[in-house]
């Protein structure tokens, strides 16, 4: 299959993330991928220079982007469209149906679909599948009455698993590790509250390293200084191997309010690293709380801070790390992940050829 994916992020974030390992998995199968994205810094963790374009639409009205990509679908034959950012699933949509190929909207966190015309057609109307990351992502989309249930198919992710080449560990220092981009919604904001409420005891053994960059980087900055943690708070911006970091941590937490599953969740979790983190999305199908994970049942400082003194002072923090290792490697799978996306994404370009051709 010749497929162009397509995304519209400004950041390399966990559906960019996912997107390239999608396009790794197809092209490792034998299928030809392009990526259309903004021409930024983290094109190329997309796809190979000669793979990446930046002339789509940016937006649902962008009628020149429309234009472009319509033509770049003839020029190389594209058999199917996959916009994995909500601002191209209604222009990539018009282009699928007026071409006749198909067209599989990747959507990466919980989101009722409301607007009018925009999302009836791109959730409802234009869309042969839609590709979610947990069953919680569907039951809220499936509610949008112009959603086919049917078309919604759920594909865990898969793990790109690499040597580690891990940073030294600090014994000295308890290391809490997040990654992600640095924004309100992660709540990299209530980690660092909680860990200025800890016990004093506890407090000055913590260094937390956060891992990515976003727009909420400087006040979280301010914050660390306000909480008295500017020196046990690391901003490491932008890593290309962020796991090497979190081998290397004694817990990693991740306190988002939005997610569909964490890649860096998981990561985590599948190099041998206890893991704290919100039930949202699609982490309570494999966290069970005190088993293989830790559960955080809110968000607020006082009641992380409670959670955190707690796990710090448990013995069985390597047991609770094996056994989330092990749930891991059993659910999130990159060949899993690559078969029922190769037939996903085939039977939406069968369906397709078919409503064009309807006598073949």
């Not at 020029?75 to 996959?82: F, Q, Y």
Request: hydrophobic share 40%.
């Amino acid at each position: 299959m010749r497929l162009l994916f397509i995304s519209t992020a400004g950041h390399f974030g966990g559906t960019e993330r996912w997107a390239s390992m999608a396009i790794a998995e197809l092209e490792r199968r034998g299928h030809e991928v392009w990526m259309d994205c903004p021409d930024l810094p983290h094109a190329a963790q997309f796809a190979k220079a000669e793979r990446l374009w930046h002339g789509g639409p940016r937006g649902a009205l962008d009628s020149a982007g429309k234009a472009r990509l319509e033509q770049f679908c003839r020029d190389h034959a594209i058999d199917a469209l996959v916009p994995v950012s909500q601002k191209a699933y209604f222009p990539a949509g018009q282009v699928a149906r007026k071409l006749g190929i198909g067209c599989i909207v990747r959507l990466g966190i919980v989101r009722f679909p409301w607007r009018p015309v925009l999302d009836w057609y791109g959730y409802g109307l234009y869309p042969h599948a839609v590709i979610v990351n947990t069953k919680r992502i569907k039951q809220v989309l499936a509610r949008a009455p112009f959603v086919k249930r049917e078309r919604i198919h759920v594909i865990y992710n898969g793990i790109v698993r690499k040597p580690l080449n891990p940073v030294a560990y600090d014994e000295k220092h308890f290391t809490i590790t997040s990654v992600g981009t640095l924004s309100w919604r992660k709540g990299q904001q209530h980690l660092i509250k909680a860990v200025g409420l800890l016990p004093e005891h506890l407090r000055r053994k913590v260094r937390i390293k956060l891992i990515g960059d976003g727009p909420a980087r400087a006040k979280l900055e301010q914050l660390a200084k306000a909480s008295g943690l500017a020196d046990q708070v690391v901003f490491t911006g932008h890593l290309d191997s962020p796991v090497d970091h979190v081998a290397a941590s004694d817990l990693f937490v991740l306190l988002s309010s939005q997610e569909g599953i964490s890649n860096a969740l998981l990561e985590a979790m599948d190099a041998g690293v206890p893991a704290y983190a919100t039930l949202v999305g699609g982490h309570g199908e494999f966290i069970e709380d005190g088993v293989n994970g830790w559960a955080a049942r809110s968000r607020s400082a006082q009641r992380v801070a409670a959670d955190l003194a707690r796990i710090m002072q448990a013995g069985n923090r390597k047991d609770v790390a094996q056994r989330g290792r092990q749930s891991v490697q059993r659910m999130f799978s990159m060949q899993a992940m690559g078969d029922r996306l190769e037939e996903v994404i085939s039977n939406a370009v069968t369906e397709a050829q078919n409503a064009t051709n309807p006598d073949t």
